[in-house]
């Protein structure tokens, strides 16, 4: 671990901008080489310091690098750079894109169409199962509030593709879920339920092909209404 003492350089950032650029700031160090994962950042007064901002700011850039799993902040330890980040390196993207709402959907359609086409030849009967279940729940969900399940829905799929050099970046897919989530406002359960049906049906089938065909109906779906900042 490097000394924390050890004079760093980074970019200072203007009073006037937001923490966006205040984390842009701090990935930077991880980026240049500065820092390596696992080393311990400076400490608040000195980043207070270093990037001339105030306590909000650089408290809220510190929250959402932590969210993202960028940095983990232990009591009376410090904060540090997450261990794993260098084979999570969607997380750093994430980092500095988490305020791009089209390039974090268009990125998750990218991800999860690669994903469906090897769970449709390695997911399970056990995996294929708990698809059907998070089915059954949106489908009796009488609040609207089936997030999680949804969520659920395309985790499964993700871990079912059974790949470890992707395995890094299913966290990051979920950082985007979140995200793309939180955005919407009204849903429509009986098209989500049409949907995943239709991508358990071919996955269940083992057909790479219509598992593709309706994972991209669902997402491009998803992505229209998103990005037209309709309700979906």
Do not use: W
């Amino acid at each position: 671990m490097k000394d924390p003492s050890k004079k760093i350089n980074v970019e200072i950032v203007q009073r006037h901008t937001l923490s966006k650029q205040v984390m842009e700031s701090i990935v930077q160090l991880l980026i240049s080489g500065q820092l390596k994962p696992g080393d311990r950042l400076p400490t608040e007064m000195e980043l207070l310091e270093i990037l001339d901002v105030s306590r909000p700011v650089l408290r809220e850039a510190l929250s959402s690098l932590e969210s993202l799993g960028v940095i983990t902040r232990k009591t009376r330890e410090g904060t540090f750079f997450n261990n794993k980040i260098s084979s999570h390196p969607f997380s750093v993207m994430l980092a500095l894109a988490h305020d791009n709402l089209q390039a974090l959907v268009e990125a998750r359609m990218a991800l999860e169409l690669g994903l469906i086409t090897m769970a449709a030849e390695k997911i399970s009967e056990e995996e294929l199962a708990r698809l059907k279940q998070t089915i059954d729940i949106i489908e009796n969900c009488q609040d609207g509030n089936y997030g999680e399940a949804d969520m659920e829905f395309h985790r499964i799929i993700a871990l079912s593709a059974d790949n470890p050099i992707v395995e890094g970046m299913i966290d990051s897919l979920i950082v985007t879920l979140v995200k793309i989530n939180s955005e919407i406002k009204v849903r429509e359960p009986e098209r989500t339920v049409r949907h995943h049906t239709a991508i358990y049906e071919a996955l269940a089938n083992r057909d790479p092909f219509e598992a593709f065909h309706q994972m991209y109906l669902h997402l491009d779906y998803v992505r229209q209404k998103v990005l037209k900042g309709t309700r979906i």
